[in-house]
């Protein structure tokens, strides 16, 4: 498996893929991978001739220094895992901070028509901004013709679709669905992290969002969000940041529901210090 750390490397590599008509895929990353990150890494490579896995922790999409130095890094790990599924096909980008950022390490500034400052915006500043600046930079390094994102971080993939929009650029996006532990559990790279505690008991969350899903037939916004927020105050060992059921497209929350409308359930949840997002398509 070819590992490439240089910029110039990896455009020369590609331009020549490119040249004799092979498609590539990008599957963006931040390491520690794991079977989610497989399956969208999978479905890139039956959609493409190459794929480009990046693996780069990102430092201006993290709002605290302890979240960064705490993020799990994996690379010699990351790098079996991908062997087992094609050795040959993927090509992996590992660059330095310095190569990506130039000694200048600071986010662009972005507007998304408002995506950004909804739910995650809120409780992680600048957050997005980070995200934008890394994602851009990438698509414009590697060019790809699709580029893959899990619906894990649904407000990350509507931002990056608005990136694409706005920045008129040609990769084409593709969102793939939630991929999730068999207990439920959303897959993270943040999961390692978990105590066995919080590991046994973090299927609560998805059982939450399914029973919300149930709710969202019968009952009102209100009252799906009153009956969420009391499952976790009766919860010792999760800590809700928030819930909200916004509209899909808008990501704004719902007050009332409209026939017309999609709606998503979203959450965040403390486990001491591990902060753990999920989402649930309710119509
Ligand atoms: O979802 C992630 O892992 C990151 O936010 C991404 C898209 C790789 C950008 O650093």
Not at 6 to 27: A, E, F, N, R
Not at 30 to 55: F, P, R, T, W, Y
Not at 217 to 246: D, H, M, P, R
Not at 258 to 273: M, T
Request: hydrophobic fraction near 40%.
């Amino acid at each position: 498996m070819e590992i490439y750390i240089q910029k110039k490397q990896i455009t020369s590599i590609i331009d020549g893929l490119k040249l004799k008509g092979d498609t590539i895929g990008m599957v963006p990353t931040m390491g520690a991978l794991h079977q989610g990150h497989l399956q969208l890494v999978k479905k890139a490579l039956a959609e493409n001739n190459k794929v480009i896995v990046s693996i780069f922790v990102n430092p201006t999409q993290f709002n605290s220094n302890e979240d960064l130095t705490n993020y799990p890094r994996t690379l010699e790990q990351d790098i079996n895992l991908l062997k087992t599924v094609s050795a040959t096909n993927i090509l992996v980008y590992a660059p330095t901070v310095d190569d990506i950022y130039k000694g200048n390490t600071v986010s662009e500034k972005f507007d998304f028509d408002g995506l950004e400052h909804e739910m995650e915006g809120k409780f992680r500043d600048g957050h997005f901004n980070g995200v934008g600046t890394i994602v851009k930079r990438f698509f414009e390094i590697i060019k790809p013709h699709n580029a893959y994102f899990g619906e894990k971080d649904f407000q990350q993939l509507a931002i990056i679709k608005k990136l694409v929009e706005i920045h008129k650029l040609t990769v084409n996006i593709v969102g793939c669905e939630i991929h999730r532990e068999t207990n439920g559990l959303a897959m993270s790279s943040r999961n390692t992290r978990l105590k066995t505690a919080h590991k046994n008991t973090a299927p609560f969350i998805y059982k939450t969002l399914k029973t919300a899903k149930e709710k969202f037939g019968t009952k009102s916004v209100t009252n799906i969000t009153e009956w969420v927020e009391k499952q976790f105050a009766n919860n010792k060992l999760f800590e809700l940041e928030y819930f909200i059921i916004a509209d899909t497209t808008t990501l704004k929350p719902a007050k009332r529901k409209s026939n017309k409308k999609a709606y998503r359930a979203f959450i965040a949840v403390y486990a001491d210090d591990i902060r753990l997002i999920d989402n649930i398509a309710l119509n």
